[in-house]
Structure formats: C-alpha cells, structure tokens
C-alpha cells in the first residue's frame, strides 16, 4: 500500500505534538495523540471517582468509553463519547494521575488496538512513548525526540502561561522529571528508545527547524 506512518516517542514536553501536527498538516496525514488517549480516559477515572491504581476498574471503564479525534477550524480536539475534553485533560490533576493510569498493562493492549486500527485506514503520525517500540513497530520512519529538562520545562511553562494557564517554572519542572522517571522504569512497554529510531535533540532549536529536520529524514526513509 501507500500508507505511511511516522512514529514519534520521547520524553515529557519535548514538543511531539506541536511538530506531529505540522507534519501531519503539511504531508495531510492524519495526526494521532496517544497521551491524550491516556489523559481522557485519567479524566473519566478522576470524574467517577475511580482510584487511578485499579487496573479492572480502569479497564472496565475505557471499555464504556470511545475517545475520538476531530478535526475543527482551531486544529485538533479531543472527545469522550460526545463530550469535548480537549482543554481538560491538559489540567494539573490528570498531568499528574495519568502515568499511573498509564502504567497498566491490560488498559496499554487496549489502547494499542485502537491506536492500531486508526493507523490501518489512513497514512499517520502518532507521538507518544511508545509508538515506535510497540503500536507501529514497522512504521516508515521512527523519531525519538528529546531536549535538555530545563528548556522542556521552558517550554512548557510559555505554553501554559499563554493559555491562562497558573504556572509555576519550578513545579513543572519537577512534574516533568517525575513523569519521565515514571514513564521510563514502568514494567509494561516502558518509555525508550526503538533500535531503529533516529535521534532527533531539539535543544536550541526553533520548530521550524525541528518540522524540516523530520521532513528531511521522511524524504531519505520514504
Ligand atoms: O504525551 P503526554 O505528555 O500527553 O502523555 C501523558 C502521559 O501518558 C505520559 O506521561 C505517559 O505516562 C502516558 N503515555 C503512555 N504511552 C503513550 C502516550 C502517553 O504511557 N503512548
């Protein structure tokens, strides 16, 4: 077939969305976000009252609950069912449940399926942790994108505060460092590297440059 996909992994904050939807843009692939799978279904956990340690329970509910993506005129927005979480699932309470949620190996091979049949139909572009390693193990190219702590929290300290977003340089930096601790030492499909992903370091980089760095090496991989 001429179906595509582009994997995109790394750790917390290191601008995986922001140049996975510029790709996804420019190339008309579609653009999967598979944190956001795991904060929608963090959100409904956290909304139920349901502990973020119970496995069953967490599965049972994913099991209840769809969680599309949809395309509108400000980009990208994120549903349960049919309710809009987009704004939502970016708050400090799911940031700081959803690596636990995450951490569960019967909600992961749930999400994997549903991560894989999106990628079935069309050419996509999904970021995450682990794409490259797990959900899209033949993808045509695999990207592992990191940068310093203190320019991720850099980031996304501007991003937060431009969204009106209460920010604190000092706690996102520490939510970051614990979320890539986390992300990295849990038993199930841990956070790291593919053997075939290239290395992609966008400290000092604008994302301009990060989005043609990418392109160029879709162009060598393609
Ligand atoms: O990418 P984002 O920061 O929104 O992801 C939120 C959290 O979801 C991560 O810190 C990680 O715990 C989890 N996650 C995951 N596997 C993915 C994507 C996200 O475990 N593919």
């Known amino acids: 077939t001429n179906r595509k996909q582009i994997a995109i992994d790394g750790p917390a904050s290191a601008g995986k969305s922001t140049v996975a939807k510029i790709l996804a843009e420019k190339l008309g692939f579609v653009y999967c976000d598979t944190g956001a799978m795991y ?3 963090t959100l409904v956990a956290l909304n139920n009252k349901v ?4 496995e ?3 599965l049972d509910l994913l099991n209840g609950i769809s969680i599309t993506f949809k395309q509108m005129a400000d980009g990208q927005h994120v549903f349960i069912d049919d309710q809009d979480v987009t704004t939502q699932i970016r708050g400090e309470r799911v940031t700081s449940y959803v690596s636990e949620v ?7 091979e749930e999400m994997v399926r ?3 049949k999106l990628a079935d139909k069309e050419s996509i572009i999904m970021d995450g942790r682990d794409v490259g390693t797990v959900i899209l193990p033949d993808a045509d190219l695999k990207v592992f994108l990191v940068a310093s702590v203190d320019e991720r929290a ?8 431009s969204k009106g977003m209460t920010v604190d340089f000092s706690g996102i930096k520490a939510d970051i460092i614990r979320r890539d601790e986390y992300d990295m030492t849990r038993k199930n499909s841990p956070l790291t ?3 075939d992903a290239i290395l992609v370091d966008t400290t000092g980089l604008s994302i301009a440059e990060v989005v043609l760095e990418i392109e160029k090496l879709a162009k060598r991989n393609f």
Do not use: C, W, Y
């Open 39 to 41: 904060r929608s279904l």
């Open 51 to 54: 502990e973020t340690n119970q």
């Open 154 to 161: 850099e980031r996304r300290f501007k991003e937060n505060k």
């Open 56 to 58: 069953e329970a967490l």
């Open 102 to 108: 995450s951490s569960f190996k019967s909600v992961r």
């Open 114 to 116: 549903r991560q894989q």
């Open 193 to 195: 590297q593919a053997n």
